[in-house]
């Protein structure tokens, strides 16, 4: 980072991950993680901020042969059980991945699998460096119900039950159904990529035409083709979670220095094209400032025209290595999205949703049924400011230094605990 005081001040459990994902020579890497760890790490706190931040195989698999030696016995176990569990986890994922594959064709519905199996090894070459949970797969939205009666016949159950009427404002509103198979995996069946209060016009018509293929443990699995992944992926991490994990941003670094025929032209053209320059710009800039990697010309020039996008990564990093556990958290993200939103009609959109628009929770509060449907969106605000209220009162100081100068070292995130 060139204004490195947020990186410079992180505590060294989180540079030990961040040395992990930058791309070095290991020998160099070896020297930084061996003075880390003489210098005195909390293995707790580092256990549990590898498995959040979606890093732990990869942990394990650069401390195991970089500097074994430095890491206490016990530790060096618990993480190879760890990544022997994931490898285990993955692999039953990527059978599971076939079976749907296979039920779906058998049952003439066309289906694109997307970030699980695909991206490990679309991203990272390997299906056991990835950390993953769930598999992601995407239909045609007039196939939804009959995917969901197909599932359910063989055994998979669905996250919850909904009435009728319920059942249609749901497809209207959001995007995906979750479902868990007998075998314990969850599945994330998608009719598109985001709920609609998102904002992101994605052209799914267009991604059916343009699949390429991806070999997952010897079978060829049909997945987007890179340009779109990328944006979905910015659209999915970025929007949707804020960056919650440094994970993400390692995927899209892999993705970018595994395949340099990605055409970012078009990326930068489309992501204008719908809205989302801002947030694929922040999204570029924390890849390259994080791991290292070098970004297409065009790519640098454009995030150099662009004050904002540094203004926001600061606010990432924040999110990323001095909130954990912040009660404010949910309202700082909802003011990032915001900000990373250049058109005034896609943050309206976005907080009438947060505001009226009722969800599975306001619905399971009273049974009004379908000729009182239009209670549900008075009855979300008053939800709300009970569930919230308080907090949001609480936080209200910690808001309106939000964009003043931040001293990382006086967060309680940062105090180091042995």
């Not at 076939?98 to 049952?107: A, G, Q, R, S, V």
């Not at 309106?400 to 042995?418: E, F, G, Q």
Request: with cysteine; glycine share 6%.
């Amino acid at each position: 980072m060139k204004d490195s005081s947020l990186k410079d001040s992180i505590r060294p459990e989180d540079k030990l991950l961040l040395l992990c994902v930058r791309k070095s020579e290991d020998t160099e890497k070896a020297e930084a993680m061996k003075k880390l760890i003489k210098g005195g790490v909390d293995w707790s706190y580092l256990l549990e901020s590898s498995l959040r931040h979606g890093l732990m195989p990869l942990f394990y698999t650069k401390v195991s042969v970089l500097c074994p030696e430095d890491v206490p016995e016990d530790i060096l176990k618990r993480l190879e059980i760890s990544f022997r569990g994931n490898v285990l986890r993955n692999l039953a994922s990527a059978r599971e991945l076939f079976h749907l594959l296979d039920l779906f064709t058998e049952n003439g519905i066309s289906a694109i699998p997307y970030r699980g199996p695909t991206l490990a090894i679309l991203a990272h070459g390997d299906l056991s460096l990835r950390q993953f949970d769930d598999l992601d797969v995407l239909v045609r939205k007039e196939d939804v119900l009959r995917v969901r009666e197909v599932l359910i016949s063989c055994g998979f159950r669905t996250e919850f039950k909904l009435g009728e009427d319920e059942e249609r404002a749901y497809l209207k509103s959001n995007c995906e159904y979750n479902f868990y198979s007998e075998r314990g995996v969850q599945v994330e069946i998608h009719w598109d990529l985001l709920p609609n209060y998102f904002s992101f016009p994605f052209d799914l018509g267009r991604s059916w035409n343009r699949l390429r293929a991806v070999s997952v443990s010897g079978r060829d699995v049909f997945t987007f083709s890179l340009e779109d992944l990328f944006l979905i992926l910015c659209a999915h991490y970025g929007l949707k979670h804020r960056w919650e994990r440094l994970g993400w941003i390692l995927d899209l670094a892999n993705l970018i220095d595994s395949h340099k025929e990605i055409s970012w032209e078009g990326i930068l053209r489309e992501s204008s094209q719908m809205g989302i320059e801002r947030a694929t710009l922040l999204c570029l800039f924390l890849v390259r400032d994080l791991t290292g990697i070098e970004l297409h010309e065009e790519v640098s020039v454009k995030i150099e025209r662009r004050p904002v996008v540094r203004r926001l990564a600061e606010r990432a990093y924040r999110k990323l290595f001095y909130e954990v556990g912040d009660p404010a958290g949910i309202f700082k993200d909802q003011l990032l999205y915001l900000r990373m939103r250049e058109r005034f009609g896609d943050k309206i959109r976005f907080v009438y949703h947060l505001a009226f628009t009722p969800n599975v929770k306001d619905w399971g509060l009273l049974p009004f049924g379908s000729a009182w449907s239009p209670l549900y969106y008075l009855l979300r605000p008053f939800r709300l400011i009970i569930t919230y209220g308080l907090k949001l009162l609480r936080c209200t100081r910690g808001f309106k230094r939000m964009d003043k100068d931040y001293t990382p070292s006086t967060h309680p995130a940062n105090r180091r605990v042995y």
